[in-house]
């Protein structure tokens, strides 16, 4: 029974993986859809979205069953609880790819970014989908650690939305209150995209230690 | 032992319920802060959210102790699982409205948004206050069914953040990039605190019925 169990449990840490990969690769495909001004790529980021939902929605009612079916002991259920939470919070990563690609859709066929701003979301972008596939492995490899690195990461990303901010509010901005809005929206959703696999590896962390690191979710 | 863990669970659910109307007050003041230009009661808000932050963490610790202590049967499990994943969403009620505290004092003595955004600012912040005592009450009440009550209340903010970000996208914005940007954000703060008490409540039915309505989290 025990080992029934366990196959099952591993059988949804490998589906969680996957769609976290998934999710990475929606970021990756969805700075460049905002880069290049490129609709086909936001659509198929956008259509992507429904499937990582659904993903979602069938990883947690599987853990739920898991629970119902058998009672586990105490390790084996911060495990469930764990994948339950982090189901969500990948899900939400997915939702925050597609804010980044709806936004690229509204504003075709004109760039959804002012050229200057260009690189800087390049740059966030190519965090993003590091932060991500590094919650991807940390998911497929239960017992490692990875909130310090996690945190770094966090901590770049929330430096170039700073400096796109401050930019902004210069007087030199000259692009504008739409492309203000968006600029500031847009570095958002990359900001926090960069918290929620924080909050992924922490949770995680604490699935593999006991003890929850930081205080924030 | 059956009522022991049901003591600790009640027990829980009502440091659960207490916590959710801190936030309640927390946004009734961040609003008002906002709308006042008031630097004492932001101060307030954001020094209560500390406090918040380390309820949420005990309420999840006292949560996995009693997952630890005794395994609890199915029906016990899913009304455990719901308070981790509620306590974290309370939580992040609470850091929204610490955000538009934030703006608040980041504007002080200056108001953080024009004169003609107020009334809609006063009815978002309203429904926002009124989502999270409906939160409340749905916590206090296991049993209690308010997924589509709440479902309302959003769609009500939804509409007034699009209605604000039309006005800035308007050639009579006279306001400047960076109030308009203060703006978007901060009509995205309340949207999302809404988006959390829905989230809240589809957990909560979830633990009443057994079955998640709707695709979101």
């Known amino acids: ?46 259509k992507a979205d429904t499937e990582i939902d659904a993903l979602r929605l ?24 764990t994948h339950i939470h982090v189901s969500e919070k ?19 066929p004109e760039p959804a970014i002012p050229a200057q701003t260009r690189d800087r979301f390049a740059e966030m972008g190519r965090l993003a989908v590091v932060a991500a596939r590094q919650v991807q492995q940390l998911i ?6 990875g909130y310090a690195e996690l945190n770094e990461a966090d901590d770049l990303i929330d430096a170039l939305e700073q400096n796109l901010l401050a930019s902004l509010s210069r007087q030199d901005w000259q692009h504008g209150v739409r492309a203000g809005i968006d600029v500031a929206l847009l570095a958002r959703f990359y900001e926090r995209f960069a918290d929620q696999a924080v909050s992924v590896a922490r949770r995680l ?3 593999a230690t006991g003890t929850l690191p930081g205080a924030h979710g």
């Open 1 to 46: 029974m025990r080992t029934a169990f366990h196959d099952r449990l591993d059988k949804l840490t490998c589906q969680l993986a996957a769609m976290c990969g998934m999710v990475a690769v929606a970021m990756e495909k969805a700075t460049r859809a905002l880069l290049e001004a490129d609709l086909g790529l936001a659509e198929e980021v956008i």
């Open 58 to 81: 069938h990883s947690e009612e599987a853990a739920y069953a898991l629970l119902a079916l058998q009672a586990p002991v105490a390790g084996d259920l911060r495990s469930i609880v």
């Open 90 to 108: 990948v899900e939400r990563m997915g939702d925050l790819a597609r804010h980044v690609a709806e936004q690229a859709r509204r504003r075709y």
């Open 140 to 145: 497929a490899t239960p017992g490692r650690t």
């Open 205 to 207: 962390d604490y699935a």
